[in-house]
């Protein structure tokens, strides 16, 4: 018996639709990049590190002949943004999409996490380049790369939060097993990625009428080698008792850069085995 083929898949597909992936090599970007480029979008695969941007868009256009591009990108910058934005235009003439994956987390001095980390002695200078990167990285690129979607008329934007920004994270994941803190997830995180929510949902009504949709992933833990004793704690807060694969956060950033997602916009999707449920 044929297999039948339903019209609505279609409604999946990305062909044609040229997507830019910021943090493309990361754990998340990397992913991203692969499951639009497999849904049919040419993608550009945007990052810090331009050689290695080039690099891994190469390995991704080898193993699956998709058409991926590497391009250095600095979020925080105005004029890198707007520059990847005129040579997107020259290379694919137009933008559909945009993930908004680029992020960082803290990085304490060696020996003093437990003590940088912790709220009243949080130094100003890892605050504001959580600020920089994770909010104001995002606000930009919405800004330049939205504005060229609503001067089309079409468009996607993808920005990636996390599970802190909807809740206060746990700081008891974060102890080691005879008690004492491996450091404390920090203030500048959960506030930086709370206020990419509201970001999100702000670019959604205002360009709503332009036919620009804005849409938030929220992921949940990602396993990444942590140790064993934060993953079981991790999994016991959980009610899917695990952390998440990589691969299982990239499906939500196709669904709502395809038209299957034409209804959504504004939304805030929990990617967090139910998590924030409990």
């Given at each position: 018996m044929a297999r039948q083929v339903y019209p609505e898949n279609a409604r999946f597909s990305l062909d044609g639709r040229v997507a830019i992936v910021t943090g493309a090599c990361g754990?998340?970007?990397?992913?991203?990049?692969?499951?639009?480029?497999?849904?049919?979008?040419?993608?550009?695969?945007?990052?810090?590190?331009?050689?290695?941007?080039?690099?891994?868009?190469?390995?991704?256009?080898?193993?699956?002949?998709?058409?991926?591009?590497?391009?250095?990108?600095?979020?925080?910058?105005?004029?890198?943004?707007?520059?990847?934005?005129?040579?997107?235009?020259?290379?694919?003439?137009?933008?559909?999409?945009?993930?908004?994956?680029?992020?960082?987390?803290?990085?304490?001095?060696?020996?003093?996490?437990?003590?940088?980390s912790r709220f009243e002695s949080y130094p100003l200078a890892l605050w504001q380049s959580q600020l920089d990167v994770n909010l104001t990285g995002s606000f930009l690129t919405c800004q330049i790369l939205g504005a060229e979607m609503a001067r089309r008329g079409r468009g996607s934007i993808v920005n990636i939060g996390s599970t802190y920004g909807l809740v206060a994270p746990d700081q008891r994941l974060y102890e080691r097993p005879d008690g004492t803190q491996a450091f404390f997830k920090s203030a500048g995180y959960a506030a930086s990625k709370g206020g990419v929510v509201m970001l999100t949902r702000f670019v959604a009504t205002y360009w709503a009428s332009r036919g620009v949709r804005a849409n938030v992933i929220c992921p949940g833990g990602v396993a990444q080698g942590q140790a064993?004793?934060?993953?079981?704690?991790?999994?016991?807060?959980?009610?899917?008792?695990?952390?998440?694969?990589?691969?299982?956060?990239?499906?939500?950033?196709?669904f709502l850069a395809s038209d299957a997602a034409s209804y959504v916009t504004g939304a805030v999707l929990s990617v967090d085995g139910g998590w924030t449920a409990w």
């Open positions: 754990l998340l970007g990397q992913r991203f990049c692969a499951a639009l480029a497999g849904a049919g979008a040419r993608v550009v695969a945007a990052d810090l590190d331009e050689e290695q941007a080039r690099t891994f868009a190469a390995a991704l256009v080898e193993a699956t002949g998709a058409d991926v591009v590497g391009a250095g990108l600095d979020v925080a910058e105005g004029r890198s943004i707007e520059a990847l934005r005129v040579r997107t235009l020259n290379a694919f003439d137009g933008i559909d999409i945009l993930v908004n994956s680029a992020a960082i987390n803290d990085r304490f001095d060696e020996g003093a996490a437990a003590e940088q064993s004793h934060f993953v079981e704690r991790y999994a016991t807060r959980t009610p899917l008792g695990r952390m998440a694969e990589p691969d299982e956060i990239a499906g939500a950033a196709v």
